[in-house]
Structure formats: C-alpha cells, structure tokens
C-alpha cells in the first residue's frame, strides 16, 4: 500500500480539500481525524470529533487507543484500498499515525501551505476559532451514526465560489465540544430535564416513574437513558414507545452535543384515562 502524507497546521482546511487531494494522487483511502474512509463511506475508526477535550481528541487522531487501532487495522487488510491519504497536522503526526497502523512510511508529502493561499488558510482558521466549525470529508447521512450530536450543516460554498472546489460536496461541517473556549459540563440532571419535558408533551403517557442516565468513561461510545413510564390504556404501545427514542436522541444529542447509545424504556403499567379524570374531577369537589 502506498501512502501519501497531507500535513498541515491544525484549522487551515486539510478536510476541507482532503478530497480533491486524494483525487489528484489518485487515492482511494483517506486516514483523517481516526477515521477511515474509502470513497464517499466511513469503513472504520471513530472520530477525534466525538471527544470532549482536545488531548483525547489527539490521542484518538493518532490511534493511541488499541482498540480502536486495532479495528482500523482490520478494516484496512481487508480493504481494496491501494492507495492512501493520511492527514497530519505535522509530518511527525502522520508518520506516528502510519507506525501505529502499521503502514509503511509515506512515499511523498503534501503540505496544505503549497495548495491554498495565505487567504484562504486564514479564512479556515476563523471558521474553526469563532465558530467552531470543523470538516470531515464524508456525506452528511453518512456521518449521522458516527457523529451524532455535533452535526451543523452541509458547507456549501463556505470558502466562496472558488470554481476549483465547485464540484466537491461530499463534505459536512461538525461541530465537536472541545472547539469552545472554557469548559462546557452538561449534568444527569440536564439530560433527565430535557428527558422528562419530550415524554410529558406525549398524550398517551400518563407519567414518569423514574429517569436515569448512565455514561461511559469512554464518552464517544454514547449514553444510555434508562426511562420507565406508566401510559394510558389503549395507547399504540410499540408506535409510542418508538416515538419517544425517536423525538428523546433527537433532543438530547442536538441540545447537549452528546451522543445517545441507547434509550431504553420500560412500560411499568396501564391507567384508564376516564377513571383518573373522573377521580380528579371527585378530588376537586371535594
């Protein structure tokens, strides 16, 4: 296999023109942030994105993880990749990035100083300081089950109407929480509370008995909410438990910018909605 090394400094757009790159070196594989793409898929490999710091994005970047190594590893032998584009924000970089996958050394380097101007480069560095915006070069709906919760949009013409990229769109725009400035700590209790607010506004749930989270150490793997409810009798038992994972991942991951692994509920029991009315109505006369 042959490997090509795109280095750079960290936030002058190697992601953005990754594809273009590969392209002209006639690459069918791309190594960027720890993940592995082929075309326009993610084969393996999760991404430095998902972290919450930017030390554990580094070393999820450079596949310190042996976990994780080892799957990229994997993915690759049994790959038809010939040729492969490894991003760096140094030489250094790729080259411990290929020592970990046990790739051979890259043939020839490409420096993001000799294909974008001074211009554009700072440009990019904006996008990341004042907005947070990162690149991964992969279709939004590809990227969806890899970076749930950090997702922004599609970045059309975000470097103008550069006629050299005007062509390549298979890119996303990403958001990580490691991009702001200060620290950002979201508790249990904030998860619970948008939890707690989806389920009530839902007519067939009577209420809630219990709400919990639980989250790995490893947080890119994803929480888990566990939910117990009690619901009305003749409630679509299935179709309403299914709208509630549905409407819950949704909230929690655009809210928090955390990924959800699972959500898990338990229908603990059935009410009949005219007796409680009929029981609330007796309380207030009474």
Do not use: W
Not at 117 to 145: N, S, Y
Not at 164 to 173: D, G, L, V
Not at 212 to 235: C, E, H, Q
Request: glycine share 6%.
């Amino acid at each position: 296999m042959k490997v090509i090394a795109f280095t750079g400094p960290s936030g002058t757009g190697k992601s953005f023109r990754a594809i273009g790159v590969a392209h002209e070196h006639h690459c069918d594989g791309i190594i960027d942030d720890g993940l592995l793409i082929e075309g326009t898929k993610i084969l393996a490999g999760t991404s430095a994105k998902t972290e919450q710091n930017k030390v554990q994005a580094v070393k999820r970047a450079i596949f310190m993880d042996r976990e994780h190594c080892e799957t990229v590893k994997k993915a690759l032998a049994g790959s038809d990749i010939q040729n492969l584009l490894v991003i760096g924000t140094s030489d250094k970089m790729a080259v411990t990035i290929c020592k970990h996958l046990g790739l051979p050394a890259p043939a020839e380097y490409v420096h993001i100083q000799d294909i974008a101007t001074v211009r554009e480069m700072k440009k990019a560095r904006d996008l990341r300081i004042k907005e947070g915006k990162h690149i991964v070069p992969v279709p939004t709906i590809e990227l969806k089950p890899h970076l749930s919760g950090v997702l922004v949009d599609l970045p059309h013409r975000l470097f103008g109407r550069n006629k050299k990229h005007k062509n390549i769109q298979e890119k996303s725009i990403v958001r990580p929480a490691f991009s702001y400035y200060g620290k950002i700590t979201v508790t249990d209790y904030v998860v619970s509370d948008i939890v707690r607010i989806v389920v009530e506004k839902n007519k067939n749930v009577d209420r809630i008995t219990s709400i919990k989270v639980r989250r790995p150490a490893d947080t890119s793997k994803g929480m888990t909410i566990y939910l117990d409810l009690v619901l009305f009798f003749g409630a679509e038992i299935f179709d309403t438990v299914k709208q509630l994972q549905t409407k819950i991942k949704l909230k929690v991951e655009g809210m928090t910018s955390m990924p959800v692994k699972d959500i898990n509920v338990s229908v603990r029991s059935l009410t009949v909605r005219q007796e409680r009315t009929a029981q609330k109505t007796s309380e207030e006369n009474a």
